[in-house]
């Protein structure tokens, strides 16, 4: 994998605005995996310092090495690579998920969106984790909390009102 393209303070501000933002998706979907950046260079073969310069916005990694970065971090098609201006042939025909929904989602700024794609990793790994043991929680909270014939409280007495003030 090639370490990418370094780009001077002169180009077009819509690129540079991609690069970083294709540096802060990578590296939020990097530390939502506990992945660091030598991890993903030794997945991809290549440097740590690639890594590095694409997550800083320093270079520009070839449209290749962004669709295989999705692959490897199993992301939707375009999810990285569109904000550099790729669009991989997988994504014609693929249906769009959640985080390339927040990514493209032009009512939402470029930190919120990192921020939502965040907490969604965050809460999908947290689901994955908790389903097993939340259900047999939940079954044992319906074992204890239905009450059965003898857990009947008895209806309430009726008094009658007192007459006379006694």
């Known amino acids: 994998m090639d370490g990418g393209t370094e780009v001077s303070q002169g180009a077009a501000p819509r690129y540079g605005e991609g690069r970083l933002r294709f540096g802060r998706l990578l590296a939020s979907a990097l530390k939502g995996r506990g992945m660091k950046q030598e991890d993903l260079a030794g997945m991809l073969g290549t440097t740590q310092s690639s890594v590095s310069g694409w997550i800083n916005g320093k270079y520009e990694p070839a449209a290749e090495t962004v669709f295989a970065i999705e692959r ?35 009512l939402l700024a470029e930190d919120d969106k990192v921020v939502l794609v965040s907490l969604y ?44 003030g006694r």
């Open 121 to 164: 990793e965050l809460l999908a790994a947290k689901r994955q984790d908790a389903t097993a043991p939340r259900k047999a929680a939940v079954d044992r909270r319906r074992v204890t909390t239905t009450p059965g014939p003898a857990a009947k409280r008895p209806a309430p007495a009726r008094t009658k009102p007192m007459v006379g």
């Open 72 to 106: 490897t971090l199993s992301m939707d098609p375009g999810f990285l690579s569109r904000p550099l201006g790729y669009l991989p042939v997988e994504a014609i025909s693929t249906t769009i998920g959640v985080e390339a929904a927040i990514a493209h989602s032009p």
